[in-house]
Structure formats: structure tokens, C-alpha cells
């Protein structure tokens, strides 16, 4: 469907559900307009007074997490078999697959030559590894010498008939490429094709790339190099590779990590290689590397994925800021867009780059580090997610966590999540394990009480966000120890509203197990580039 009529169709179904919403019942009687209610601060001191509220948090109350099988892949890319079957590829070579996005089996094996995933891909291209780092093994080193494989892509190509494999090939934090194989079985193994885009390279190093292919030496000279070396900060580290088809059915391949930001490019279907565009300073395109969309400076900015999400009529491109580990405030931020090559921006029409500021304000904020109930370590250093829309459009996000106190050690996760009334994503509190959201909306009591409440901020830290208790009453208002404020629900949907402070969020309510299978009601909502959770238990 194309943009037009996809935008029209969306027009008559929204008018139709708002007057189904009006002429019908449910949700807590508030016209389907109204988001929260006005209480002055006399009203909501009034109002706390006649209640017994305990505010103690106590998680200890809580069954704890039946842990899944611990099979570690960093950066996992997730892509659906045509059995049904779930697959996510990442970093080192890793693989897993599984059949309920929870219990993940190892598929690949790392550096290893009985890696039966990878084929190939190391054999008989010296030239590109040798680049990269060294090609004398495949087992990364602790200096600069060991090549690594990082953060693979997997898409099937319907022009070619073949599953693509990208990924890069890297030894600095700016000299690397980007490559692909392919494979007539999604489990590979994927043979070699072809390298794509070199980054990291001086005036000396530059004939061992095919940048000359596409600008003069005086450009590159001019454009690519300062002080005789990379100018990394302007330009990408051709790293994290992700291929996605957008709404007409054109390739993309965008990719970058820090360095000089992210970067797309269109990929031609029919080969799988780059279409390297004309340039066009004005809006950020060069003719080699794309189009720059986000970051620069070489602020942390990495783990590119882009989603187009036909329901809502969004493009949303996920990354990751702050340092990969456990204590580097490593997390999982979104923008936005209504075309594929941007502009892409934050719940404040912004977005990070070279000159910006501080990146922190900059990109919706859906998950850092965090404690809940029912959790026996806290998250840490969640991030470098894909996404994906399963077949019965329920909408998922695949990352990888590391745990507190547990080191360095990560596996995945996978949340499912909601696109709110005004098009932003809002993740679940706790890992999928099947459940469905209620189109109709939840009855109020099945809504109000005592929640266990998460506030993810927007900082890039180290620190754990701790549940708060939050109270939301049968009259429309929130209570919690040292905040107050309003909530409400639409009639017939499972979408909410709630005002902390200055500050309204939207989102849903979704009932759903926690960590360890226990049925709770739970909220998820966005607002100022903020991320909220809450978790109800019937006690």
C-alpha cells in the first residue's frame, strides 16, 4: 500500500474508532479525547489523606525468575524461518535459534573451523582481513592484530533467492569494513560474495579499498583525512551492518558505531551491493559512505536497526549509546521517521549529532539498567537491539543483557512492544512469554492499585533504576511517596495516559507473567524521551 492510501485508510479507521470509543462503554468513563484529568494540588492532598497508602518497597516478597538456558549471543539480529522458527546472529561468530523467543539453542559455535554457519567467509580473501587487522587467525587477540567478526545481519534477498549474511570485519575503533555472504539455508553455511564499504583508511592505505571507485583522490584527501590520518569523528567506522526492506520494496543497508555516526545507504536488490548515491552536502549524502543520519563527533552512538512499522506509518530506527559494558550505561534509544532517509528524530522533534550537545537528551530512552520484582539480578546494559514484526503483528525487540554482579557475561532477551496513541514505541517490563494484549481495554478494576513503578531517565550511567511504589486510583489520580499526580484510560482500548509531575506519559496496559511466571497487570509509557514501567500483583 503506498504512503497516500495507507494514510487516507489510517484517517477512516481512526474516525471510525473514535466514534465507536464515544458511543460505547468501558474504560473509566472519561470522554475518549480527554487524556488526564485536571486535579489542582488541593484536590489530590484531599484525596491522599482519606487513603492508607504504604509506600515500602519490598521485592523480596517475589518469586524469583526461572532462569532459560544460558546461551550467550552478543548483538543479536533476529530473523523468522519460514517454519516459524526464530533465529538471531551476532557478534564472535555466534548463533542461536529457537522456536518460543525465550529458550535459545546455540547454532554456531564462535571461532571455530567446525563453525558450520560461517562456510567460507575466511578463505581466500586475505586482502580484505589483512585490511581489517591480521589474517594469520581467527581467534581475536588482545591487541590490535586479531580480526573479529561482528554483528552480522541476516535478511532473506527475494530477488536473488538467497539469505544474505552482512557483517563486519574489524581491529580499531575505526578501520574496518563491511561484507556479505549468502547462503541458500537460512543456518548457512554462508559463502563469501563480496566486501562493501572500507572505513579507516589515510592517503597511503586508501588503494587497498574501492573508495577511489567512487571520488577523486583531491576528495577524499579533502573530505575522508585530517592531520594525515582518518578523520574519524566526520566519518563512520564501517561497523554494524543492518539490511531492511522499506514500504516500495528498495534495500537499505545502515550501519556505523560511534566515529562519525550512522549512515544508510540503498543496496541494489538484484546483487546485494551498494548503490553508492551522488553527492549532496546539503543533506548530509556523500558519495561513498550515504547518507549520515544521526550522531558524530564520536559520541557513543552504535547498533543501528531500522523498522518500518505499516500499522503506525513509521520508520523507527533503534541504537545504542553509552559503553558495551556491564558499568558503561549501555542502553536502547529510538527515533523516528516518515521516510526512509530521515529526518529521524525524538519525542522532541530532535536528534543527536556532531555539534549537539550533550547526546543524552537526544533519542527516546526504552531501556538501560533496572531492578523489578520477581527479577533476581538487576538488567544491566541492555542494548544493541533489532526488531522485528512477527507474522500476527505482534512487535518484538531482541537484545543482549548483562546481569549485576555477574561481570561481563550477556545473553538475550526478547520484550514485545506497543506503538502508543501518538506512534512512539513502549516496551513491556518483562520478557515475552506469549501474552496478548487486550484490544478492547481492561476494566478499571483490574487496573487500579498498588504497582511497583521503573523510571528509565534519559542518563548514560552506571546506575540500577529502582521501583518505586505508585498508587493509581479509582478516581483518576496518582500517589506515590514523593510525587502525585493523574491518569486515565481511552474507552475500548488498552491505551493510558499519566501525568507525573509536569511530565505525561501515554502508553498501554498489557497483563503478561513477570520473570518468574507470575500474572501481573503492568503499564508501559513514554513521554519526554522517557520510559516508564509499572507492575501490579494481586496481593
Known amino acids: 500500500m503506498n504512503r497516500k492510501k495507507f494514510r487516507a485508510a489510517a484517517c477512516c479507521m481512526a474516525l471510525a474508532a473514535v466514534m465507536a470509543l464515544t458511543a460505547g462503554c468501558g474504560g473509566n468513563g472519561m470522554d475518549s479525547t480527554q487524556k488526564v484529568p485536571e486535579k489542582s494540588k488541593e484536590q489530590l492532598d484531599k484525596e491522599r489523606k482519606k487513603l492508607d497508602l504504604d509506600f515500602s518497597v519490598d521485592l523480596s516478597k517475589y518469586a524469583k525468575q526461572a532462569v532459560p538456558a544460558k546461551t550467550s549471543v552478543h548483538d543479536p539480529s533476529v530473523i523468522r524461518g519460514e517454519d516459524g522458527t526464530y533465529y538471531i546472529f551476532g557478534s564472535h561468530m555466534e548463533s542461536a535459534k529457537s522456536t518460543d523467543l525465550r529458550t535459545w539453542e546455540r547454532l554456531g559455535n564462535g571461532y571455530q573451523p567446525t563453525n558450520t554457519v560461517y562456510g567460507n567467509l575466511f578463505d581466500g580473501h586475505t586482502d580484505v582481513f589483512a585490511y581489517a587487522g591480521s589474517n594469520d587467525s581467527l581467534i581475536p587477540t588482545d591487541g590490535d592484530g586479531g580480526v573479529r567478526l561482528w554483528a552480522p545481519d541476516v535478511i532473506y534477498n527475494e530477488a536473488m533467492g538467497k539469505y544474505c549474511l552482512y557483517y563486519c570485519v574489524t581491529s580499531t575503533f575505526y578501520t574496518s569494513n563491511l561484507c556479505f555472504g549468502i547462503s541458500d539455508s537460512i543456518e548457512g553455511p554462508y559463502e563469501w560474495e563480496a566486501a562493501l564499504i572500507y572505513s579507516g583508511f589515510d592517503m597511503d592505505t586508501i588503494s587497498g579499498t574501492d573508495v577511489l571507485d567512487y571520488v577523486d583522490r583531491d576528495y577524499a584527501e579533502t573530505n575522508y583525512i585530517s592531520g594525515g590520518e582518518y578523520n574519524f569523528r566526520s566519518w563512520p567506522n564501517a561497523l554494524d551492518p543492518s539490511v531492511f526492506y522499506d514500504e516500495d520494496g528498495r534495500l537499505w543497508m545502515v550501519y556505523g558505531s560511534w566515529s562519525g555516526g550512522i549512515f544508510l545507504l540503498e543496496l541494489d536488490e538484484k546483487t546485494g551491493k551498494v548503490i553508492h548515491?551522488?553527492?549532496?552536502?546539503?543533506?548530509?549524502?556523500?558519495?561513498?559512505?550515504?547518507?549520515?543520519?544521526?550522531?558524530?563527533?564520536?559520541?557513543?552512538?552504535?547498533?543501528?536497526?531500522?523498522?518500518?512499522?505499516?500499522?503506525?506509518?513509521?520508520?523507527?530506527?533503534?541504537?545504542?549509546?553509552?559503553?558495551?559494558?556491564?558499568?558503561?550505561?549501555?542502553?536502547?534509544?529510538?527515533?523516528?521517521?516518515?521516510?526512509?532517509?530521515?529526518?529521524?528524530?525524538?519525542?522532541?522533534?530532535?536528534y543527536p549529532d556532531g555539534g549537539a550537545g550533550v547526546h543524552a537528551f537526544r533519542g527516546l530512552k526504552l531501556s538501560g539498567n533496572y531492578n523489578l520484582p520477581s527479577v533476581n539480578l538487576a538488567y544491566k546494559a541492555t542494548g544493541h537491539n533489532s526488531a522485528m514484526v512477527d507474522e500476527d503483528g505482534k512487535r518484538y525487540i531482541v537484545y543482549h543483557t548483562r546481569f549485576a554482579n555477574s561481570g561481563e557475561v550477556h545473553f538475550p532477551r526478547v520484550k514485545q512492544f506497543f506503538v502508543n496513541e501518538e506512534g512512539w514505541p513502549c516496551m513491556l517490563p518483562y520478557a515475552t512469554n506469549g501474552e496478548t494484549i487486550a484490544d478492547e481495554g481492561y476494566a478499571k478494576d483490574a487496573v487500579v492499585g498498588r504497582y511497583y513503578m521503573v523510571n528509565q531517565g534519559t542518563a548514560i550511567s552506571a546506575e540500577v533504576a529502582q521501583p518505586i511504589v505508585l498508587y493509581l486510583t479509582d478516581k483518576g489520580s496518582v500517589f506515590g511517596e514523593d510525587v502525585e499526580g493523574t491518569w486515565a484510560m481511552t474507552k475500548g482500548s488498552p491505551y493510558m495516559h499519566i501525568k507525573i509531575g509536569e511530565v505525561e506519559y501515554?502508553?498501554?496496559?498489557?497483563?503478561?507473567?513477570?520473570?518468574?511466571?507470575?500474572?501481573?497487570?503492568?503499564?508501559?509509557?513514554?513521554?519526554?524521551?522517557?520510559?516508564?514501567?509499572?507492575?501490579k500483583y494481586e496481593e
Open 277 to 350: 548515491p551522488a553527492a549532496d552536502p546539503e543533506n548530509n549524502v556523500d558519495p561513498y559512505f550515504g547518507k549520515r543520519l544521526l550522531g558524530g563527533g564520536h559520541k557513543s552512538i552504535e547498533g543501528p536497526y531500522i523498522l518500518w512499522d505499516e500499522a503506525s506509518g513509521y520508520y523507527y530506527l533503534f541504537v545504542s549509546y553509552g559503553s558495551l559494558t556491564a558499568d558503561g550505561g549501555y542502553q536502547i534509544r529510538v527515533f523516528r521517521s516518515e521516510t526512509v532517509d530521515g529526518t529521524y528524530v525524538d519525542m522532541e522533534g530532535k
Open 506 to 535: 501515554s502508553g498501554v496496559f498489557c497483563e503478561m507473567t513477570d520473570e518468574a511466571g507470575t500474572s501481573v497487570m503492568t503499564f508501559t509509557a513514554v513521554g519526554e524521551n522517557e520510559s516508564i514501567w509499572g507492575v
